[in-house]
């Protein structure tokens, strides 16, 4: 009798909560009329829009401007008769409904408990206010306000709590691997419920331009807010420029640009966002590329079998997760295997690829705007992996995920010998 091992091997993933909001830009807001609200100006997302209000009027594009969402969608679940337009506003693609995401940054810790928190100075806490031109450089601490009003302050790497307010206003505002944190002033204790806390506003040929740490608690975040906290964070006026290289996340305030004021981020978790004054004002969301990758299972025994007889089981799950975001995004997952092998692998103690079959039925799951084609779609659809096989493809565009569960059949040669054969189906994709 033979025990038949398929050993498969692949890189890890870390899986996402069930139904957490994957767009570039989550509006989070459960019920805000004009969640969504551009009256006019310009909002482009690279992927897709989630607006969750249920709101009768949960989104209005007003004046001659579209909001785009390139190689995504946008829905909610008030959509599509609840995203209004009016004056020659319009979507693209079109809103779509779609169930409401919950935050995906529920779980993230926040100051004072995550380690990227600054610990000092005690209260009370200090305020900088930089007035004149040329340079001043300030550290990570905790601050009741930070003003620039001429010159540049710079900031040095590390996390920037705020408990005041943070204002921008002709001068310029840099910093790199720098997280803004906008408490209240009850810092370290949070926010109360729906607290108009700190706030960050550049404004009048203001310049911030801001890159987010790569590395410890707050990876990736430029600006984060108290869950609690309603203040705004705001570009307004002609000449402004707001430039997070990081994701900005206020789950409870609003997101906004005015007066040709023009604000860019890799991605935007946050309760509203509005865009207004003139078709010059321009709110951009620019994830930056992600990557393409596969998850596949752990080593699986497949049965035993006397000569010429078959063994078979399905192996479990295997994903393929796109993250780069493409308007046009097409990949290819293969199959190979080895020979299975017992003993020194003679030729009485081998069973060749060629006794090898797959299949690797319908999509088990699927998410994004994609089309998805199995190698194999059943058992009569079987093919040897005497050389490489398709094993799945798909196509469309923006981030999405594919799933499926394939089925691998051994054949026993009716010279085999008694032993314990192992061999290795390896999944890839490109």
């Keep these: 009798m033979w025990t038949l091992i398929s050993v498969v091997a692949g890189p890890l993933q870390v899986a996402r909560a069930v139904g957490e ?8 807001s459960a019920s805000a009329a004009n969640a969504l609200y551009v ?8 992927g897709s829009i989630l607006v969750n209000s249920t709101n009768s009027q949960a989104a ?3 004046g001659t401007t579209t909001v785009t969402a390139i190689g995504g969608t946008i829905g909610g679940p008030a959509a599509p008769a609840g995203f209004a337009t009016s ?21 993230l810790a926040q100051c004072p408990a995550a380690a990227a928190c600054p610990t000092t100075p005690a209260t009370p806490y200090p305020s900088v206010n930089h ?38 206003s002709g001068g310029k505002l840099t910093g790199t691997g720098v997280t803004i944190y906008l408490a209240c002033p009850t810092y370290p ?37 108290d869950r609690n906290n309603t203040a705004a964070v705001t570009v307004s006026g002609n000449g402004s420029w707001l430039t997070g290289g990081g994701t900005v996340y206020t789950a409870a305030g609003k997101l906004t640009a005015a007066s040709g004021g023009k604000a860019s981020f890799t991605r935007a978790v946050v309760g509203t966002v509005e865009t207004s004054g003139s078709n010059a004002t321009q ?5 930056t590329t992600g990557t393409l990758s596969i998850t596949v299972p752990t080593t699986k025994a497949l049965g035993s079998a006397a000569p010429s007889g078959t063994v078979s089981a399905a192996l479990g799950t295997v994903t393929v997760t796109d993250q780069r975001g493409l308007a046009t995004s097409t990949w290819t997952a293969t199959v190979t295997a080895t020979n299975f092998t017992t003993g020194g692998a003679t030729t009485a103690e081998t069973v060749t690829a060629s006794n090898v079959s797959y299949w690797s039925g319908a999509a088990t799951n699927s998410t994004g705007t994609v089309t998805v084609s199995p190698g ?10 005497s050389s490489a096989r398709t094993a799945f493809s798909s196509t469309g565009n923006g981030n999405s995920s594919a799933a499926w569960n394939p089925t691998v059949v051994v054949t026993l040669p009716a010279a085999a010998v008694v032993g314990t054969y192992t061999g290795t189906v390896t999944h890839s994709v490109a």
């Design 131 to 168: 007035i004149v031109s040329g340079t001043q450089t300030i550290n990570p601490g905790v601050y009741t306000n930070i003003t620039n009003l001429a010159g540049t302050l710079a900031l040095n790497p590390g996390t920037y709590v705020v408990t005041g307010g943070m204002t921008v």
């Design 39 to 46: 009256h006019p100006g310009s909002l482009q997302v690279t």
């Design 87 to 107: 004056g020659g506003g319009s979507y693209n693609p079109a809103p779509t409904n779609q169930s409401a995401g919950t935050d995906p940054y529920a779980a």
């Design 376 to 385: 194999q779609a059943d058992a009569p659809a079987a093919q040897a992996l």
């Design 21 to 28: 909001c994957t767009a570039s830009l989550c509006v989070l």
């Design 283 to 287: 709110l951009s969301i620019i994830p």
């Design 189 to 225: 204790t949070a926010c109360a419920a729906s607290t108009s806390g700190a706030f960050l506003t550049d404004q009048t040929g203001g310049k911030t331009t801001l890159s987010a740490p790569t590395t410890g608690a707050f990876t990736g975040f430029s600006v984060i807010a």
């Design 60 to 62: 209005l594009v007003s």
